[in-house]
């Protein structure tokens, strides 16, 4: 009597459990190709067990249950064996391409063709270039003298500054900027250099080095330069008679090129200004963000940093002495040049044609 009433129980248990795998079982096979995100699917599950009283009798109520489906996949999914062998299935006809409807999908649905340049074409028309707006010129009456011309930069009120900081100097202590205890000096006469002159429309960015072999943590070596130990500069200035407008000191901290050089133009925005720089700054990337605010630009290009793939192709291969190859992106030419090797470069000012220019004997 007492082995009868404990194999009631179990009995029962082993049912409820039964029941439970053939509504999980069900739910599989009609939502197998639908993922269920973990919540959606409880829910499913959960109004499969109220519509059903019977333990024989499982089904699912299409429309209760449609609105728990996820049209979004993610990367959880059903934890039992059955889902993960109908997916493995599934997955395995799919690349097999059997059957009838593999068939179809093979002779209906063909990729669609892309523009392997992306936006590049052929036309020579001369681009828009704006009005230069700038007014370029000094801002205060021209000294008489050449003291006069150096006294426009070392005022009375900084040379006052030096010597406060040179008795601070002793009790100072080290801040978190590099530049603690030059920063106020170089920012006042970033300051007079703005203020003082206003560039003409052609600019020039370029890197310089200042010697130094002392101790110092932002030192930078470069065995190419004349001076190989030294501070380096980013310098901004005007293209023909070389005044430094701005320019920003090497940390050693990591920065991007179009944060360094959108910094250095800040007040130079939407005037119309050209900017001349090197392949060290010079990107597709960086020539579109400062059209976008007014600048035009020119300068070689290292061809990985934006020019299309069949330009980078041709370049590779054999081009005629003299010969002119490029490619046009809206506002914006890449042009290739062969003399005793390809030159390439990027304008958004110019177009391909070309002018005899004298040569500048340094």
Sequence with gaps: MDSDHE???SRKKIAKERHEKQKLISVQKK????RLTPSKFQAVFDDLSGSSSDETNVGIDTDASSEHLETETTDEDFDSDESEESEVETATSARRGTGARAR?????????????????????????VDNFTGTPG?????????????????????????????????????????????????????????????PNKKLSLDEGTMPWRGRLSFKTYNPNKPDTYGIRLYMLAEATSGYIYDFEIYLGVRKTTIDTVMALIEPLKDKGYHLYMDNYYNSVRLSEALLQVGLYTCGTLRLLRGAPKSLQM???????????????????????????????LITNCHNTETQQVQRRKR
């Excluded at 179809?104 to 828009?128: I, K, Y």
């Excluded at 021209?142 to 100097?169: D, R």
């Excluded at 054999?318 to 809206?330: A, G, I, M, Q, S």
Aim: glycine residues 4%; hydrophobic residues 35%; aromatic residues 12%.
């Design 7 to 9: 194999q009631g129980p």
């Design 31 to 34: 939502y197998k190709h639908v």
């Design 104 to 128: 179809d999908r093979r002779t209906t649905r063909t990729p669609a063709p892309t523009d392997f340049d992306d936006g590049w074409c052929s036309d020579n028309t001369a681009p828009f």
């Design 138 to 198: 000094l801002t205060v009456p021209v000294p008489s003298t050449v003291l006069g011309f150096i006294q426009l930069f070392l005022t009375q009120k900084l040379l006052k500054y030096i010597a406060y900081e040179t008795n601070l100097y002793a009790s100072q202590s080290q801040g978190v900027d590099k530049l603690i205890k030059v920063r106020s000096l170089m920012q006042y006469l970033l300051n007079r250099f703005k203020r003082i002159y206003i």
């Design 314 to 344: 041709q370049a590779k291969g054999k081009v005629p002495v003299d010969k002119t190859l490029f490619k046009r992106k809206d506002n914006t030419f890449i042009i290739l040049w062969k003399d005793k090797r390809i030159f390439s």
